[in-house]
């Protein structure tokens, strides 16, 4: 709305439409880069031009999310709200896994008025500001817009001025201050005063050696009075302090019991899914041990080398690649030293995606660049800065195009140019973050918020659509089966067919499952799903149920990756496992 002539539409946080308008308290705390160009203050207040929708308000606090966090039973609620204990929606002790960029993005997009175009009196001012924005350039309008009021440099008496009409007062203004302000006058007054002052001020009088005498009284006050005092008080303070390490210690000795009792939660809450699990075989009539390759997985060892959460993982013969939150690439031997061969250093935030393919391994995340890296040399090939405008959070590859998903697009790149090249290409089917993306044959799957969109990669035509209840977070897609991991704890199953028909839902997770990869045993297929709860689980296909559940990593379980029959899997806990 540009005119700003309809009062009704002004729009309340908490409420529906009201008259004659209606401001809403929107607080959060400054923990999100993205977020603090929204939020500049706990207790501020905003004015939406309309009623935001329900999805982006907390369930407990029945307001917009105030820097939204996804917790470790997959609901989302603010940040400060995970204070009251558990959650409202399933009862689950409230635990954050990771902050929502999706919803903190879609907050950051609703329409607001300028707040120096409101009244005191909650009304449109004609007098004020006409501009609407967006709440996340909040911050950058208020410190340029023209109708924020200032102050006069003469006098606090002049008030009520915009910025705009700060110059134009300046000429016109009757009260100034000393001429000799700048030698420690403080006098303030009309012109015609101030002139008659100016001729006899004392500071015009004694010049410098005024106000070095009054900083010489200030130096000797301070040497008799003020630093002593300060000396007694710091005596005591080391007194206290002493007193209080003896507290602190015993206290963080609490913290630590608090923590090993959140932990012992999570691991019955683990063996609980597994007895269920055991149980609806145990019903079904069907056993792992009574199927024809009925593997167990054990876990075969554990790198460790970064020093931040591990984000993804790729995989080209016998190297591993890590990519991590500490902007580093890790390239580990998996068949001979077991040792991390190279890190390989250019990013300069957290590292979300990576794949290999034609000898190149592509890496790209919060940094908004694509780096290429050759996968033989283990050295730097090319860069691509700003290849979006939002932070990349999926990518897939061909032996023609590259393709990467971020904020409401997904581009193709020429891979069979030198150096790479953008293809001109830009894909537009899809809502919200692509956090997934897979290709198969000559398509390409994209997973986005409530929706898969498949497009053919020969014409990028849109084919399908598919819509869901949740987020897609991972994709995975084989000869007979697409699969689908969401915020919902659910693996999603379709046949890979042209209906695309569900085939069935695979339900055991007690967080977002973040990937899935499959790997054939035989005549078997074993399907790998990763998650939020600290757990892999790995499904028969066969008979849809859970064969196994791998539980030793210490935080949510990011990425996985297959090779040789083995199974590597990355986690927030810095460390990637291995399993064979």
Avoid at 226 to 253: A, C, M, W, Y
Avoid at 341 to 366: C, D, R, W, Y
Wanted: hydrophobic share 35%; glycine share 6%.
């Amino acid at each position: 709305m540009s005119n700003r002539t309809s009062l009704a539409s002004i729009t309340s946080l908490r409420s529906t439409l009201a008259s004659p308008i209606n401001k809403n308290s929107f607080k959060s705390s400054k923990t999100l880069d993205r977020f603090s160009d929204i939020i500049d203050d706990e207790d501020e207040t905003y004015w939406f031009v309309e009623t935001p929708p329900d999805f982006l308000k907390c369930k407990l606090c029945e307001g917009v999310f105030r820097t939204p966090v996804v917790l470790t039973c997959g609901h989302t609620v603010c940040r400060a709200c995970t204070a009251s204990g558990s959650c409202s929606q399933c009862g689950a002790e409230m635990r954050m896994v990771v902050e929502n960029l999706s919803l903190a993005d879609q907050i950051g997009q609703l329409d607001i008025y300028c707040d120096f175009g409101i009244s005191e009196e909650g009304t449109q001012d004609p007098d004020g500001c006409p501009d609407v924005l967006k709440l996340c350039k909040r911050k950058k309008h208020r410190q340029e817009c023209v109708y924020a009021p200032v102050n006069c440099p003469n006098s606090p008496e002049c008030s009520g001025l915009r910025k705009h009409e700060l110059p134009k007062h300046l000429e016109e203004c009757k009260i100034r201050r000393c001429s000799f302000n700048g030698s420690g006058c403080q006098k303030i007054g009309e012109i015609d005063i101030m002139k008659e002052h100016e001729s006899s001020c004392i500071f015009a009088l004694m010049g410098d050696s005024l106000s070095q005498a009054i900083d010489n009284k200030i130096k000797d006050r301070d040497e008799k009075i003020v630093i002593p005092s300060i000396k007694r008080l710091d005596d005591r303070i080391s007194q206290e302090g002493s007193s209080f390490s003896k507290h602190l210690q015993q206290n963080t000795s609490h913290s630590n019991l608090v923590t090993h009792l959140r932990d012992l939660r999570t691991e019955v809450s683990l063996l609980s899914n597994q007895l269920n699990d055991l149980t609806a075989k145990f019903n079904a009539g069907v056993l792992a041990t009574d199927e024809p390759h009925g593997k167990i997985f054990k876990i075969k060892g554990t790198f460790v080398g970064h020093q931040g959460q591990v984000w993804c993982l790729a995989m080209t013969g016998d190297v591993l690649f890590s990519g991590g939150g500490d902007a580093d690439i890790k390239c580990w031997d998996t068949t001979q030293t077991f040792r991390c061969q190279k890190t390989l250093e250019g990013h300069t935030k957290p590292i979300l995606a990576m794949v290999v393919q034609n000898q190149q391994l592509f890496s790209t995340g919060l940094d908004q660049s694509i780096l290429l890296w050759n996968v033989a040399q283990l050295s730097f090939v090319h860069r691509i800065d700003k290849a979006h405008d939002k932070a990349v959070c999926s990518i897939a590859a061909t032996s023609k195009y590259l393709f990467t998903g971020s904020l409401n697009s997904v581009k193709v790149w020429s891979i069979q140019e030198n150096p790479i090249a953008n293809n001109s290409k830009e894909l537009k089917d899809v809502s919200n973050y692509v956090r997934s993306l897979a290709v198969s044959g000559n398509k390409l799957y994209g997973g986005s918020t409530k929706l898969i969109t498949i497009w053919d990669i020969n014409s990028f035509t849109l084919l399908k659509q598919v819509t869901m209840q949740g987020e897609v977070y991972s994709l995975h897609i084989t000869k007979e089966h697409i699969f689908a991991g969401t915020d919902e704890k659910i693996v999603h199953v379709w046949n890979n067919d042209e209906q695309m028909e569900v085939l069935c839902r695979l339900r055991g997770h007690a967080g977002t499952i973040h990937s899935i990869r499959s790997l054939r045993i035989g005549e078997s297929e074993r399907v790998f799903s990763a998650s939020a709860d600290r757990s892999l689980r790995v499904w028969s296909m066969e008979n849809k149920l859970c064969a196994q559940i791998l539980d030793r990593h210490q935080g949510n379980v990011t990425s996985l990756a297959v090779s040789r029959g083995r199974v590597f899997s990355g986690s927030v806990d810095q460390t990637v496992k291995v399993w064979v």
